[in-house]
């Protein structure tokens, strides 16, 4: 098992996740910021990665928000910011970690394929491009330091009560707003938080855990289905929101809920993993 962990992302919803979970399992963890990432010089910033098992990056601005062209800006930057600096100080480390987990969003893939871990087949949205983009830079890592073990996590929405998607649904389906964006029936990938941090904990511990896992629950799940298992949990009377109210909320990530996109956790489910919470009813029965 890993001793000592640095999670690179403090202040996030898995970064904060992730800490939490190891702490009580009895690791060793060394917490960085953003700021962390991007304001210490590389020598600097390797003298607190030196000698670690593994780097965790978690760093990058949450997509769900509202979205101004400096938020935008923000969560481009911030992703690519904080991987060119986790690269940088590695050169610098004496004794490196032996595993590096990059995390990345599963909406990379267009919305016509079924997708597994190994497909090609991209979007073009901006989630789909930021996410390349983090493929492509984090990729540099293997042929700099091709000894120490990548796995790029394409991760789902994380559901947890206080933050992204399934918080601002709750928001919604609490001011009697029921319904969906769109027809509905677009494939929403997703992640119950818990599910998340197990898993990464395995990646870290799992010596074949190595190259792109999608971590997103095995049951694909539409719009439609999820905003059905709220109206479960609230048996009062609701509106039909149109995607206006949805507009007001987010700005121009409302084309997040727009997309359609069909991910399959194929790897992580060969290699045994078992999901606490492995469909939209038991998501949203343990949070709501």
Not at 182 to 189: A, R
Not at 214 to 239: Q, V, Y
Not at 241 to 261: H, K, P, S, W, Y
Request: net charge positive; glycine share 6%; aromatic share 10%.
């Amino acid at each position: 098992m890993a001793s000592r962990v640095v999670i690179c992302g403090k202040g996030t919803v898995l970064g904060n996740a992730l800490s939490a979970y190891l702490k009580d399992k009895g690791y060793e963890l060394t917490m960085l910021s953003a700021d962390d990432l991007t304001r210490t010089p590389a020598p600097m910033l390797a003298k607190r990665i030196d000698g670690c098992y593994a780097v965790c990056n978690t760093v990058g601005a949450n997509f769900v928000a509202k979205w101004s062209d400096r938020y935008v800006h923000d969560i481009y930057c911030s992703r690519m910011l904080s991987i060119r600096a986790v690269i940088e100080a590695l050169r610098y480390c004496k004794d490196k970690p032996q595993v590096v987990l990059q995390l990345s969003n599963a909406m990379i893939y267009d919305p016509y394929e079924v997708h597994d871990d190994f497909s090609v087949q991209y979007g073009e949205t901006f989630t789909s491009e930021v996410a390349q983009m983090e493929t492509k830079e984090i990729m540099k890592l293997r042929k700099r330091l091709p000894q120490v073990r990548l796995v790029l996590v394409r991760c789902g929405y994380i559901m947890s009560k206080s933050h992204g998607l399934f918080s601002l649904l709750k928001r919604l389906f609490r001011r009697k707003i029921s319904g969906y964006v769109g027809d509905g029936y677009q494939c929403i990938p997703m992640i119950h938080i818990d599910d998340a941090v197990k898993a990464c904990e395995m990646f870290i511990n799992n010596d074949n855990a190595n190259g792109i896992f999608n971590l997103t629950i095995p049951e694909m799940a539409s719009l439609r289905e999820l905003s059905e298992a709220f109206s479960s949990r609230d048996k009062s009377l609701h509106f039909p929101f149109m995607d206006i109210f949805v507009r007001i909320l987010t700005g121009r990530a409302i084309a997040l809920l727009e997309q359609n996109c069909k991910v399959e956790p194929k790897r992580l489910q060969n290699m045994g993993f078992e999901f606490e919470y492995p469909n939209v009813d038991a998501i949203v029965r343990s949070l709501y």
